[in-house]
């Protein structure tokens, strides 16, 4: 906390005072008739909206969510305990809303905006209502800018563009958040925003994912919202919200936002347990009926934006700009079942999804991505074409590969152009393999992937493979340098890069030992 | 209390709309459902309920009409006596709705003097309209000022309404 010394404080006091407003005004009031687990019920309140911010006594907040005919049952945003039965709650006519702004940046909040970082007080102008309608179709414009996840697999074979939504999906312990955060470190330097929601988590590895953030320099352009395992399932439900509307700032600015949220099925948890104790009729798995909507509505404000409705929407003072805000929405299946609820509703919602399956994790395939079943329906357009013209071949190299692979273990003896397949195959999957917190450049990524497109790891042995890719990048970085540096920065792939890359290679492969 | 009020509804609305002459009936034996002997005969476990009807009933043999009696034994049969109170209460709020009447309760520290009530009726009525009847109540813990309420909507103009909103001010 910032220091303040006494002076200072009497004079905050005296302003405080100052601002206070005494003129009596009318409110709408009702009394609490039944009060458990973060649930209440009032009686009276016939004014109230739905979803509408309701001030209780003790400084308590809460939200009203069932409007019935003669209750309104709330839910209670904080300490709950503090309240009894029997006193009274009021209308606010304000529905909840989270502080939104660059002041956000760098810190870690809770589900209402609020700093838990003990970084002090965080000066934000802005408010935004935490629910909002999704922009329509006239706003919004097709997705065709990547952004770069920084890891080969996913940005050769399932790409994401800026305002596509990406699921990540997978059973605990497959590495989903490490995709996540390894797409954040890649963003530091590219300008896109980041919000990370932690929902339903354990503090210890909210701190863990803020410190590896900090580590790698990419906490200066990300927001955490926290909702841990020990807030109430209110928070918990809202944290999804609340981060969407702090990113819909910079998509709503002509800039470009990442938001993840980490994850969905534990959101979809604390909204089941809110809408049981509220009485809402339960249907499949225990969810409410909404649970599909809770999702959709979320999701579908990750888009992107065109330039008219950014100009719109800034009164003309950012012309010309995009925006957009890129979903990784991750969620846990239990043993791999895909066909539960909440699988199949954010799989049908999102525009694609990576798989993440446990056997390739703990046969050292990291990221542990299902390449036979990861998908992505928009962001082949977004592509860099360095990236896309190379990677094209990877996908079919393993599909191949898998195809040979099952046929390979009945055959005794293969003919020449399925063996080369197969070795292709092998070289191809150990070379996807890529460690947690490194993520590649474009050039880098190029680099690779020609070498694996032109057959340089033909002559490398499988187990060689990480060492060549390592030995392949410093030598090009200190002696290529000029050409890195261009394909980086454009992502641009011609003749004359091919036959750069060729000669770099050529003379990698004469020259250096790995 | 709200749970009364979901419950009391349907007969309240029952009634009024048989007639709009119920309201002393309803009056007198609401009055005496309040009454703490009465009260201890409608909960006491040592009577069957038929026999609870019977006692209650000659309570107001002659006083009240041949319909409430029917009334009384419709609610006896389905264990509501005790709801009679809050049947009373939203049936004089219908009656007063459908005369377009508001009934505002009034809460001050202290017995407000007949010139103070007049002259806050009157400013009353710019905020909740001209056909209103002021209910005076003694809440001690307001401290000063007074506190208008009309259903569920409020207006505090009370030392104590000044006083929060100054606390929360505050923190």
Redesign the interface.
């Known amino acids: 906390m910032e220091e303040l010394n006494p002076s200072e404080i009497s004079q905050i006091?005296r302003q405080?005072?100052d601002?206070?407003?005494?003129e009596?005004?009318?409110?709408?009031?009702?009394?609490i008739?039944f009060l458990a687990d973060g649930i209440a019920?009032i009686?009276?309140?016939?004014?109230v909206m739905n979803g509408e911010l309701i001030q209780f006594e003790h400084?308590v907040q809460g939200m009203a969510l069932n409007l019935e005919?003669?209750?309104v049952g709330a839910v209670i945003l904080g300490n709950y305990r503090l309240l009894a039965e029997g006193e009274t709650a009021k209308c606010t006519g304000t529905i909840l809303e989270v502080p939104v702004g660059e002041a956000l940046l760098g810190r870690v909040v809770n589900a209402l905006g609020e700093p838990i970082d003990g970084k002090g007080a965080i000066n934000a102008e802005l408010r935004s209502p935490v629910e909002k309608i999704a922009p329509g179709v006239i706003s919004r414009q097709g997705v065709d800018q990547p952004v770069q996840i920084g890891l080969k697999a996913i940005d050769s074979m399932v790409p994401v563009g800026r305002g596509q939504r990406e699921l990540i999906i997978g059973d605990r312990q497959t590495g989903k958040t490490a995709i996540a955060i390894d797409a954040i470190i890649n963003q530091k330097d590219t300008g896109v925003k980041c919000v990370y929601v932690a929902i339903g988590q354990k503090q210890s590895t909210i701190a863990g994912v803020v410190r590896t953030l900090e580590k790698y320099g990419a906490m200066d352009n990300t927001i955490v919202v926290a909702a841990g395992a020990a807030d109430p399932a209110p928070m918990q439900y809202i944290a999804a919200f609340s981060g969407c509307s702090m990113g819909e700032y910079f998509r709503d600015r002509g800039e470009d936002a990442l938001i993840v949220y980490d994850d969905l099925t534990k959101q979809a948890w604390a909204y089941r347990q809110m809408s049981l104790l509220l009485k809402r009729p339960p249907g499949r798995e225990a969810y409410p009926g909404d649970v599909f909507y809770l999702h959709s509505r979320l999701l579908e404000r990750s888009a992107r934006v065109s330039a008219d409705y950014v100009e719109k929407f800034t009164d003309g003072k950012v012309k010309g700009k995009t925006g957009s805000l890129t979903a990784l929405p991750i969620v846990e299946t239990q043993e791999g079942d895909i066909s539960a609820f909440v699988p199949t509703n954010v799989i049908s919602i999102t525009d694609g999804q990576i798989f993440l399956e446990t056997s390739l994790f703990s046969a050292g395939l990291k990221p542990a991505m299902d390449p036979g079943i990861s998908v992505s329906r928009v962001g082949g357009a977004a592509q860099l074409p360095i990236i896309k013209k190379l990677g094209g071949g990877i996908r079919t190299a393993l599909a191949q590969y898998r195809e040979l692979e099952a046929f390979s273990q009945f055959a005794s003896d293969l003919d020449d152009a399925s063996r080369e397949q197969l070795e292709h195959g092998t070289r191809v999957t150990e070379l996807m393999k890529q460690g947690q917190n490194s993520p590649m450049s474009v050039s880098e990524m190029g680099a690779v992937l020609f070498a694996a497109n032109e057959g340089y790891l033909k002559e490398v042995e499988v187990e060689k493979i990480k060492d060549f890719e390592k030995a392949l990048l410093a030598y090009l970085h200190s002696e290529h340098t000029e050409l890195m540096k261009a394909v980086a920065e454009t992502g641009d792939y011609g003749d004359a890069v091919a036959a750069e890359f060729k000669e770099a290679l050529d003379n990698f492969v004469s020259t250096q030992t790995y | 209390m709200a749970n009364n009020s979901t419950l009391s509804r349907p007969y309240a609305q029952a009634l009024f709309e048989h007639s709009d002459d119920w309201s002393s009936d309803l009056e007198k034996i609401s009055l005496a459902v309040k009454d703490p002997g009465v009260a201890n005969l409608i909960d006491s476990p040592h009577l069957s309920y038929q026999d609870k009807v019977e006692q209650f009933l000659a309570l107001f043999e002659g006083e009240i009409e041949s319909n409430a009696v029917n009334f009384l034994k419709v609610l006896g049969e389905s264990k509501r006596l005790s709801l009679i109170p809050d049947i009373e209460k939203e049936y004089r709020a219908l009656i007063e709705s459908s005369k377009g009447k508001k009934t505002v309760e009034l809460f001050s520290p202290f017995v407000l003097s007949v010139e103070q009530q007049e002259k806050i009726t009157t400013s009353l009525k710019k905020r909740f309209g001209d056909n209103l009847t002021t209910e005076a109540g003694v809440d001690e813990s307001l401290i000063g000022g007074f506190l208008a309420r009309s259903g569920d909507d409020v207006l505090d103009a009370s030392i104590k309404g000044k006083l929060e909103k100054l606390s929360n001010q505050l923190t």
């Open positions: 006091i405080k005072i601002a206070l407003d005494t009596p005004r009318p409110s709408n009031e009702g009394t008739v019920r009686h009276g309140l016939g004014e400084g005919r003669d209750f």
